[in-house]
């Protein structure tokens, strides 16, 4: 199909962040845009449990978000965290902040909060149609088509559009058909942590106050596993432990009756403890999904089909990066649309041109989970954060960016890929100066850019 | 079940190379054997084509070849190549030894006298049974048992036996089932390159001598893609062209019609060209298998079921260590069966230790069909290997050994991740100082050794 030939018929599976923005995208540069989706409307209905409850926005997500027009009214809806509240175990607590800059935060928002934002804009375009509770039941790649069952009436029906996309998440039913199919050879990784989570709810003080400091990521970390909690716009926090599902002392498996669970907690979480009065009940209760990376190549098939976002490179939530890589997906392959003549070569672009960044933060996201479960509670690394602040107080972005600000708040134009590779040598670079040559927070700036700069560019060819 | 019991009844899923050793090997420790292959008995049929016909068999699986009493045995069937023989474009040939001391070579043997050297040594012991035309339909990993159908009666049979060994090979129906079940996790990668291969063969000289040097193995490096060819006891040559699948000009899309087959050959290969009368016919008919990697973990399912060899880790064959890796599975989980209690630790000890060693295998292999394909034509990278030539030559093995003999001759210990470590970074240590320090071969030995130590040191450091 023609990129200008509007009467192309656009089919996305799934309704969640990616797919909602995506087609609220295509609708607005004319596109005639259905959507089907396995789950009910969740602006009628009590939204499923399981699923992450709020997620961090950042840069490269509010950037698509501002493309749609809701960069605005997104705002209405975030709590901004200006730094990581660290709750050493038997030690006083202590804020990082996630960057030099005053204008670089984070914003903890409702999953559901966004998605419905997404859907109440895409439908006020006459050109979506969304259609809840339709499950895809299989994909045909060469025709680029879908039968899928509406769960209502049980009735099978079959849809042959110009263009699918599939933006079903993690369990992606597209990927599974690439998977399976034999006319071209697909790529693919699944990979499992040890570690699984559980969220649980710190309700609002009585008072309806917030229990712990309301603008910051709070993280107890203690090694093989931490907590880590997000404030909601109703006063609660949405707590994560992630730990071990089993072969660990301290494990999902080891840490299970309520004995268990009441020891645990006051040995390793004693102020939470106190906050959540029904913390047995929601342990009990509350499910415990694994964590997994899915990578894999192509994401297009036939010319006639291509995935975004979870459903290709579904990643660990440590960098909180998850939901704005899918929502950069979008705006990167909106531009690719501007670029193309037709939907094969564009498909075909996106998909080659933007693997190397969603690797890049599956692997970040994983480094990351190191960092925040243990390098964070280190003296050389509060040390290398002091430095870091202290270069992005005094430089301009272009000039001195940490690797949390490369991938999170990034300058113009760095991509992923570009925020791996100099971000983890800054790392190692200020960490070998630290330990080797006296680097120290209080020397001048201009002397601390010069070292670090030169000693980065050892350590990326020394990589390469 | 107990390692001591020698009532264990033990079956094994595939009588390929890996099958037919560790059968041998646990018949030898007094286990009752019984192995099911869907092929034919190679030895009275003959052998289908579209699998690789001749293999190079280096310390790591002679090593195993030995441990089950066939190390003289296999030498009858061995070539041995001391030395690449490198053909530039349009340059004369030249030849470049795979290491600098005389005991080391690799062995050019073909895939099918091994095998059925390994059948008839197994066929020796009463407690061995192998039964051929037996296809496995599917695999209960709770059970540890197979359904499995007489391919000459079409009968459907069911086995439950004590432990079950899947080396069924790169499409593992053992591996498979890992991948459905959903009682644990079960992480697995699948990746293929863009190349594909085609195997041609060289048929001896009127007189029935070799056309081009039999000892060695030849390679025309073109850099995107490449031919090699490795000896047969009959005077042949397995010729192997890999190129690009499709997405390039010179890919076998592209080079389809008897006039490119014939205008490539005449431009990229004229010596080769001449000495395959029935190029066009073999082009024509022979197939085009992928390339691929496979990683997965864990290996091992409840207590009862392991896999090895290609099943768990198939890798790409650049570093001639597709058997040898699965040879040596044997010998290591020989040496784990010596050192456990129950068959259930020795199978969890084996997947969790062996696992980063052919991770790096499969890394390595990757890495060196740039190596083959480019590299063996660069001017620094003739001056590394001659380097690296009088280093072995005048230290012993423990003092030095390059990344190739750390892999293919590798010191008493040495495993493969160690290996990929050590050998990638004295690799770049080599190239950085002949670049950037005059590193010569005219320097004396010891200081040449000095040198690389300690660069070797520094980019350790770095890459950690």
Same mark, same amino acid.
């Given at each position: 199909?023609?990129?200008?030939?509007?009467?192309?018929?656009?089919?996305?599976?799934?309704?969640?962040?990616? +797919?909602?923005?995506?087609? *609220?995208? %295509?609708?607005? #540069? !004319?596109?005639?845009?259905?959507? @089907?989706?396995?789950?009910? $409307?969740?602006?009628?209905?009590?939204?499923?449990? +399981?699923?992450?409850?709020? *997620?961090? %926005?950042?840069? #490269? !997500?509010?950037?698509?978000?501002? @493309?749609?027009?809701?960069? $605005?009214?997104?705002?209405?809806?975030?709590?901004?965290?200006?730094?990581?509240?660290?709750?050493?175990?038997?030690?006083?607590?202590?804020?990082?902040?996630?960057?030099?800059?005053? $204008?670089?935060?984070?914003?903890?928002?409702?999953?559901?909060?966004?998605?419905?934002?997404?859907?109440?804009?895409?439908?006020?375009?006459?050109?979506?149609?969304?259609?809840?509770?339709?499950?895809?039941?299989?994909?045909?790649?060469?025709?680029?088509?879908?039968?899928?069952?509406?769960?209502?009436?049980?009735?099978?029906?079959?849809?042959?559009?110009?263009?699918?996309?599939?933006?079903?998440?993690?369990?992606?039913?597209?990927?599974?058909?690439?998977?399976?199919?034999?006319?071209?050879?697909?790529?693919?990784?699944?990979?499992?942590?040890?570690?699984?989570?559980?969220?649980?709810?710190?309700?609002?003080?009585?008072?309806?106050?917030?229990?712990?400091?309301?603008?910051?990521?709070?993280?107890?970390?203690?090694?093989?596993?931490?907590?880590?909690?997000?404030?909601?716009?109703?006063?609660?926090?949405?707590?994560?432990?992630?730990?071990?599902?089993?072969?660990?002392?301290?494990?999902?498996?080891?840490?299970?009756?309520?004995?268990?669970?009441?020891?645990?907690?006051?040995?390793?979480?004693?102020?939470?403890?106190?906050?959540?009065?029904?913390?047995?009940?929601?342990?009990?209760?509350?499910?415990?999904?694994?964590?997994?990376?899915?990578?894999?190549?192509?994401?297009?098939?036939?010319?006639?089909?291509?995935?975004?976002?979870?459903?290709?490179?579904?990643?660990?939530?440590?960098?909180?990066?998850?939901?704005?890589?899918?929502?950069?997906?979008?705006?990167?392959?909106?531009?690719?649309?501007?670029?193309?003549?037709?939907?094969?070569?564009?498909?075909?672009?996106?998909?080659?041109?933007?693997?190397?960044?969603?690797?890049?933060?599956?692997?970040?996201?994983?480094?990351?989970?190191?960092?925040?479960?243990?390098?964070?509670?280190?003296?050389?690394?509060?040390?290398?954060?002091?430095?870091?602040?202290?270069?992005?107080?005094?430089?301009?972005?272009?000039?001195?960016?940490?690797?949390?600000?490369?991938?999170?708040?990034?300058?113009?134009?760095?991509?992923?890929?570009?925020?791996?590779?100099?971000?983890?040598?800054?790392?190692?670079?200020?960490?070998?100066?630290?330990?080797?040559?006296?680097?120290?927070?209080?020397?001048?700036?201009?002397?601390?850019?010069?070292?670090?700069?030169?000693?980065?560019?050892?350590?990326?060819?020394?990589?390469?």
């Amino acid at each position: 199909m023609k990129i200008d030939n509007q009467d192309t018929s656009i089919l996305i599976t799934g309704a969640g962040l990616c +797919g909602a923005l995506l087609g *609220l995208r %295509l609708a607005q #540069r !004319g596109y005639d845009v259905n959507i @089907l989706e396995k789950r009910p $409307d969740m602006r009628s209905k009590v939204v499923d449990a +399981g699923r992450s409850i709020n *997620l961090a %926005l950042s840069d #490269r !997500g509010l950037r698509a978000l501002e @493309l749609v027009g809701l960069g $605005d009214k997104v705002k209405e809806f975030c709590i901004p965290m200006y730094a990581r509240m660290i709750h050493p175990k038997g030690g006083a607590s202590f804020s990082s902040n996630y960057s030099g800059r005053e $204008d670089d935060f984070i914003n903890s928002i409702s999953r559901e909060d966004l998605n419905k934002l997404l859907l109440d804009k895409a439908d006020e375009f006459e050109k979506v149609q969304i259609d809840f509770r339709k499950e895809i039941t299989s994909v045909d790649l060469r025709q680029g088509s879908v039968d899928y069952k509406d769960l209502k009436t049980n009735q099978l029906n079959h849809w042959n559009p110009d263009i699918l996309l599939g933006t079903d998440g993690a369990g992606s039913r597209v990927r599974a058909a690439m998977a399976r199919q034999r006319d071209f050879f697909f790529s693919y990784t699944t990979d499992w942590l040890p570690h699984a989570y559980k969220e649980l709810r710190m309700p609002p003080a009585d008072d309806g106050s917030y229990r712990i400091e309301k603008n910051a990521l709070h993280i107890w970390p203690r090694g093989g596993f931490m907590l880590i909690a997000l404030p909601n716009l109703d006063g609660s926090f949405t707590m994560t432990l992630f730990m071990q599902r089993k072969d660990a002392k301290i494990s999902f498996e080891n840490i299970a009756t309520a004995d268990q669970v009441t020891h645990f907690f006051k040995e390793e979480f004693p102020d939470v403890y106190d906050h959540i009065p029904d913390l047995l009940e929601q342990y009990a209760e509350n499910p415990v999904p694994p964590l997994g990376t899915v990578k894999c190549s192509p994401w297009t098939a036939h010319g006639k089909t291509l995935m975004m976002g979870d459903a290709c490179h579904a990643i660990v939530p440590f960098y909180g990066q998850g939901m704005n890589a899918g929502f950069e997906d979008v705006s990167v392959f909106d531009q690719i649309l501007d670029e193309s003549d037709s939907w094969a070569t564009a498909m075909e672009r996106f998909s080659v041109e933007r693997k190397p960044d969603t690797d890049a933060i599956a692997d970040l996201a994983l480094d990351n989970f190191i960092e925040m479960r243990d390098s964070v509670s280190h003296p050389d690394f509060q040390m290398k954060r002091a430095i870091e602040m202290k270069l992005e107080s005094a430089f301009a972005k272009a000039k001195y960016a940490s690797k949390y600000s490369l991938v999170t708040f990034p300058p113009k134009g760095t991509d992923y890929e570009e925020a791996m590779i100099k971000g983890r040598a800054q790392d190692k670079a200020i960490i070998w100066l630290i330990n080797n040559a006296n680097l120290h927070v209080d020397m001048p700036a201009e002397e601390l850019l010069e070292a670090i700069n030169k000693k980065t560019e050892e350590v990326i060819w020394h990589r390469s």
